[in-house]
C-alpha cells in the first residue's frame, strides 16, 4: 500500500464516527427548546429546534377582541423567531458534522 492510499478500515470508522455524531445531534435537536418573541415580550412561542411548537403564551394585555388581526400578526412573528432560533441551533449542532465530511479523505470531498 501507498503512503497516499486510502484506508479502507481506517475511513469505515471515521464514516461511522461521524454517523454516531451526527443521530447524536439529531437527537438533542429533536428536544432542545428554542424561545421565540413578539410584541416586545408579549407573546411567546416554545419550540424543539426540529420545529415542533411546544407552546404559546400570550400576555392578557395582548389580547383585544377588537383587533384580532395584530395578535395574529404577533403570533406569526414569535413563530418566526422560534423557527430563526431553530435554524442557529441546527447550524450549529450539525454545521460542524457536515464540515467534517471532507476529512474523510474522499476525492471531492
Known amino acids: 500500500m501507498n503512503p ?6 481506517q475511513l469505515m470508522q ?7 455524531q451526527l443521530m ?13 418573541q413578539a410584541g416586545n415580550g408579549l407573546v411567546h412561542v416554545t419550540m424543539t429546534a426540529a420545529g415542533e411548537v411546544r407552546s404559546v403564551k400570550l400576555d392578557p394585555k395582548i389580547v383585544d377582541p377588537d383587533d384580532v388581526e395584530t395578535l395574529q400578526d404577533l403570533i406569526v412573528g414569535a413563530l418566526h423567531d422560534a423557527a430563526r432560533a431553530a435554524q442557529e441551533m441546527q447550524a450549529q449542532k ?5 464540515g467534517g465530511m471532507g476529512g474523510l479523505g474522499l476525492p471531492g470531498a
Open 94 to 98: 450539525m454545521g460542524p458534522l457536515a
Open 4 to 9: 497516499g492510499d486510502l484506508d479502507l478500515q
Open 24 to 36: 447524536s445531534a439529531q437527537a438533542e435537536l429533536a428536544t432542545a427548546e428554542v424561545l421565540g
Open 14 to 20: 471515521q464514516a461511522q464516527q461521524m454517523q454516531e
